[in-house]
Every structure is written in C-alpha cells, then in structure tokens.
C-alpha cells in the first residue's frame, strides 16, 4: 500500500510564502502537502495554460486556514476542517496560515507544474 507523510515525501519545493512536499504514489496520484505563510492570488503562475488555468482536478483537505478557488464564474471558499474536490480550470487564492492535504491525477499535475515553474522563475 503507498504512503506518504510530510517528512517523508520525496519531492519538496519552496517560493517565498510557500512549501510544498509531494510523492507520486501508485495508481497515478500525486499527494502534496502544503503549507502558506502569505496570502496569495496564484491566479499569474497559470499563464500559459489553456485558458490560463490550471489544469489539473484535485481532491483535498484544509488542516487549518482557508483555501478559495475561482472556477469560472464562482469562488468557492474551504476553511480547515473541511475536504473538498475541485475541477480542472480554476486558479486558487491561498490566505497565511493554511496548511492543506492534495491529492491529483500526476500526469495533469505534472503538466501544469511545468508551466507554473517557468512562471515562476520568470518572476525571480
């Protein structure tokens, strides 16, 4: 059976505001564990995706603050406590303080991290 914690993912990446652990787990699922320490509209990382979007479903949980996500003509907001399932094509706005569980279909993920990467090196 995989698993994966935290401590134990195999992946981390960190930007100003933000850190993540992630581990590809069997059946084609990524976890990610992520933690906020600034408010952010992440809304520009997805330029370049169709429709400038991200691209990728997930299927989470908020271990405390609050997350929201732009689906189109909606914002939906998940404060801790709660789990949640969000579409393909939505940017997220993330609030310091949050620390959320993710799980995603890897290869959409990994697709659309490849173009949230090259924005965010193109920002430093």
Not at 23 to 43: I, K, P, S, W
Not at 63 to 86: H, S
């Amino acid at each position: 059976m995989p698993k994966a914690s935290k401590a134990t993912a195999s992946e981390s990446a960190e930007a100003p505001g933000f850190e993540g652990h992630y581990e590809n787990l069997e059946g084609g699922y990524t976890v990610g564990f992520e933690t906020y320490t600034e408010d952010a509209d992440m809304a520009p990382l997805f330029k370049g995706l169709p429709d400038d979007r991200c691209q990728a479903p997930h299927w989470g949980y908020v271990v405390k603050g609050r997350v929201a996500y732009n689906v189109g003509d909606r914002e939906e907001v998940i404060d801790a406590g709660e789990a949640y399932y969000v579409p393909p094509g939505h940017t997220p706005k993330i609030f310091a303080g949050t620390e959320l569980i993710e799980f995603s279909p890897t290869d959409e993920f990994s697709r659309t991290m490849e173009q949230v990467t090259k924005n965010l090196e193109a920002t430093t």
